[in-house]
């Protein structure tokens, strides 16, 4: 079935480091949106990218959706530590269904 | 607070039990979504119900079912338990039809322990 890999699993940084996390599919998308979830607590919706080539910012976070709309990215610069957490893309495939990656955990070392 | 309420927080049974977990979705929110998520691992998609009919299903096993009620608060059935089916199990719900362009709004879970 379809998929949407993300990369990668874990990312540890130094605070005021960058991450970025990737998400690739094998399929065009017809969306793409992105939650955090915070340690201990419930998956939180962030953004939602619809367009081609679409770049959204949201203070220190930039979201990418590329331009065959089978890739996307987040970039947060200078992690701080309420940024930690995991980090989940989900591609709308043909079906209207969401399809999630695996997240990708921010850990920022002391 | 995402408006989304889930019963119990916690429930600890034995193998071969059976249990129910709750989801109240947000007020106005027809689609309900059943994840699973296994310690550190991702959210796993089981089952989505709109309006009372079921429209998606994902890994969900045998075991397991769910049912969406006129009220639109769903239930998910957890049959002959094993030890590997301890997990964080969230209830999502969206608004209208609850496609792919709709935000999922995300309960705070139910932790179950098997022993």
């Known amino acids: 079935g379809q998929q949407v890999m993300q990369i990668p699993q874990y990312q540890h940084v130094q605070e005021g480091e960058d991450f970025t996390t990737y998400c690739n599919s094998s399929?065009?998308?017809?969306?793409i949106q992105w939650y955090k979830q915070r340690p201990g607590g419930h998956p939180v919706f962030l953004i939602q990218l619809v367009k081609s080539g679409e770049v959204k910012k949201q203070k220190r976070l930039t979201f990418q959706f590329g331009e065959a709309k089978k890739n996307s990215s987040l970039h947060i610069t200078a992690t701080q530590t309420t940024d930690v957490g995991t980090y989940f893309c989900a591609g709308g495939d043909s079906n209207y269904q969401l399809i999630w990656g695996a997240g990708t955990k921010l850990i920022i070392k002391p | 607070d995402s408006g989304v309420t889930q019963t119990p927080k916690h429930l600890i049974t034995a193998t071969g039990q059976r249990v129910t977990l709750r989801c109240s979705p947000r007020s106005g929110d027809l689609s309900v979504y059943w994840y699973q998520q296994s310690l550190d691992q991702g959210l796993q998609f089981l089952i989505q119900y709109y309006n009372g009919e079921e429209r998606a299903k994902g890994n969900i096993l045998e075991r397991f079912s769910a049912q969406q009620f006129p009220d639109l608060h769903s239930e998910l059935n957890l049959s002959s338990l094993e030890l590997g089916d301890s997990a964080l199990y969230f209830c999502?719900?969206?608004?209208?039809?609850?496609?792919?362009?709709?935000?999922?709004?995300f309960g705070p879970g139910t932790r179950l322990t098997v022993l």
């Open positions: 399929t065009t998308l017809s969306n």
């Open positions: 999502a719900s969206s608004g209208l039809a609850g496609g792919n362009y709709y935000e999922q709004f």
